[in-house]
């Protein structure tokens, strides 16, 4: 299966797609979960084809796509657009959910209650609501937040991140995972992960290296807010979130003009870095090339196989202790090596491309 099809853009259906996307964003903020799966298979589904579908009768001979969908399908073909969607757009509590779920760090729960309280534009939440200092600069930036990053400038992004890390210490190695990884042409955010060779914790070298390296990329203006700061002081857990910073980057001007593009005002973007030491380096990988369903999906085979798959390793549970008293602990199978992980699990080996569901 050719992983250049699954990129979002260069898909003959990518229009189609698009509108199925909003319709199942709205399903999703309604909390009709049935809907939701049902839009998110046949998405993905269209996003594997190399024709355009144009027709219903066309859309119903492909699996995971029933009546109701293939019509739409065709509806949007020929329509460019769906009137179930367009109906949506008359909905100020949906339009105003959907406003403040576009906020970095706001979850339902969040924009549930402000509706409630009466809010229904990003002006509402800057004159009432209480904000936290993410939420006030997820407003402030929202159009630069919400807008994708073209696969271009996230090479650029990626070269001048790595040289500068090359000056800090060159036994770091930066890999971009994500969406990128799994090849789309254009990116959410830029998804670091952050490795040295030989280190079994990130503790000593590579926080210290994080350390050191966001300090620098501050001061050269490069990293412009901080969402989430580094946490030196985690105890390790086998389920710990990790060492990770997350925050807002620009690039500089002199880079944009490598890429033929000229800027007033730079646009902020998403960045986030992770460490990981290198014996935890392949569920890492894993992990953070996603895509979401696609983790959950490995982690749920590795359930059924009496296995634990996490961001650290694969674990098997083994029975210990004398007598009567039995503890179940967990042993770790495999951390270091991405493709070792699929084969234990019995997984054939999905290149990054094809990790899409
Ligand atoms: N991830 C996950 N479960 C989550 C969040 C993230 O498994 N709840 C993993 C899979 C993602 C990866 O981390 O692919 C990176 O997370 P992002 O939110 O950056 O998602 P993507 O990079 O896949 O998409 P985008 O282009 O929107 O950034
Ligand atoms: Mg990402
Ligand atoms: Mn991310």
Redesign the pocket.
């Known amino acids: 299966s050719g992983g250049t099809l699954n990129k979002s853009g260069d898909n003959p259906n990518s229009r189609t797609i698009d509108v199925l996307q909003s319709m199942c964003d709205y399903y999703t903020r309604t909390g009709d979960q049935w809907r939701t799966l049902a839009y998110r298979k046949g998405i993905n589904v269209l996003r594997r084809q190399t024709t355009k579908i144009t027709t219903e009768q066309e859309a119903l001979h492909l699996p995971n796509i029933g009546p109701r969908l293939a019509a739409k399908i065709e509806e949007i073909v020929t329509t460019d657009t769906l009137q179930r969607l367009e109906h949506t757009r008359d909905e100020p509590i949906d339009r105003a959910l959907s406003t403040f779920l576009g906020i970095y760090g706001v979850g339902t729960a969040i924009a549930k209650r402000w509706v409630t309280q009466g809010f229904r534009t990003l002006d509402d939440l800057i004159a009432n609501a209480d904000l936290t200092t993410n939420q006030r600069i997820g407003i402030d930036h929202y159009d630069d937040l919400n807008s994708r990053i073209p696969r271009a400038e996230v090479c650029a992004l990626g070269a001048y991140v790595s040289r500068e890390a090359a000056k800090i210490d060159p036994a770091v190695e930066l890999l971009i ?4 990884r ?1 090849g ?1 042409n254009s ?3 830029i ?1 670091f992960i952050v490795t040295k060779k030989g280190t079994a914790s990130v503790s000593g070298d590579l926080v210290n290296f994080l350390e050191q390296f966001i300090s620098i990329l501050t001061a050269k203006g490069f990293l412009v807010a901080t969402l989430a700061a580094l946490h030196k002081t985690r105890r390790p857990s086998k389920d710990g979130p990790g060492s990770k910073w997350h925050g807002c980057c620009v690039l500089p001007q002199s880079e944009y003009a490598k890429l033929g593009i000229t800027r007033e005002k730079p646009i902020w973007r998403r960045i ?1 870095f992770l460490l990981v030491p290198g014996s935890e380096y392949g569920a890492a990988l894993i ?6 369903i696609f ?1 959950r999906s490995l982690r749920l085979l590795a359930s059924k196989k009496k296995m634990r798959l996490n961001q650290r390793g694969l674990y098997k549970k083994v029975m210990r202790g004398k007598g009567r008293v039995k503890i179940t602990e967990e042993e770790l199978v495999e951390g270091r090596d991405e493709r070792r992980i699929f084969e234990i699990l019995g997984v054939k080996w999905r290149e990054p491309e094809g990790r899409w569901c």
């Open positions: 995972g994500g969406s990128y799994r789309s990116s959410g955010d998804d986030d992990y953070f090339t996603g895509n979401d983790n």
